[in-house]
């Protein structure tokens, strides 16, 4: 089945402990992408990757780590939570870099809490 | 860079009519559209796009209408069901220069019974 996994699904932690969010797509997707979600907000994209060993930072990367050193993962790090960081967390694979426009496949999501 | 402004952020239909959710959008180089659906709890979903060179596109009870002159384009939902409930979701993308999708701020649509 075509999708995209990530893990963990729900994460409580404590300010300044790194963690990783994972996130894999089995659909050879050149296109990667990681988006926060808040109330009012809408989506917001922090990083994205056009291909392997290729990321670049989207609209709020400041706090956010990539890397995309195999194409079908690209984990989320946070060398150093804190409270601002709290928040619904989706990423997203596209056939994107060429041709037709693409549609975003999206994650079932991880839903972050940092105290 | 592009700002995409969706609106309303809320709204409510009885049951059977139809829905009308609105995107105005700065860059006029932006060429594709899409609209994605996000039901409580779950994942946002693709429910239908629009290329600039293209004023209108249906599928079924659901149209999006393009207006490139001044750079607003709508999703339509008609006859509207319980199921259409969700929050729906504008966005725009120059997508043969500039692959990244800016993102209106959602609009939570309610179907009252």
């Known amino acids: 089945e075509a999708q995209v996994t990530q893990n963990p699904r729900y994460l409580i932690t404590v300010t300044g402990k790194k963690l990783t969010v994972t996130c894999s797509q089995n659909?050879?997707?050149?296109?990667m992408s990681w988006y926060r979600q808040d109330p009012g907000l809408g989506l917001r994209q922090i990083y994205y990757?056009?291909?392997?060993?290729?990321?670049d930072k989207g609209d709020v990367p400041e706090g956010y780590k990539v890397s995309r050193k195999e194409k079908r993962n690209f984990p989320l790090i946070l060398e150093s939570p804190s409270p601002n960081q709290t928040s619904l967390y989706f990423c997203?694979?596209?056939?994107?870099?060429?041709?037709?426009?693409?549609?975003?496949?999206f994650g079932p999501g991880t839903r972050l809490t940092v105290t | 860079g592009e700002n995409v402004e969706q609106h309303p952020s809320t709204l409510s239909v009885q049951e059977g009519d139809s829905a009308v959710i609105k995107c105005t959008y700065s860059?006029?180089?932006?060429?594709?559209f899409p609209w994605y659906k996000q039901e409580l709890g779950k994942r946002p979903q693709l429910i239908i796009d629009?290329?600039?060179n293209v004023g209108e596109k249906k599928d079924q009870r659901i149209a999006v209408t393009l207006n490139k002159t001044a750079k607003h384009f709508s999703l339509h939902i008609t006859e509207t069901q319980p199921e259409d409930s969700a929050v729906y979701f504008c966005?725009?993308?120059?997508?043969?220069?500039?692959?990244?999708?800016?993102w209106g701020a959602g609009t939570k649509l309610i179907i009252k019974p």
């Open positions: 997203a694979s596209s056939t994107g870099t060429s041709g037709e426009p693409y549609e975003q496949y």
């Open positions: 659909m050879n997707h050149e296109y």
């Open positions: 990757s056009m291909n392997v060993e290729v990321t």
């Open positions: 860059d006029s180089a932006s060429n594709y």
């Open positions: 629009i290329r600039s």
């Open positions: 966005a725009a993308s120059r997508w043969d220069s500039n692959y990244q999708l800016i």
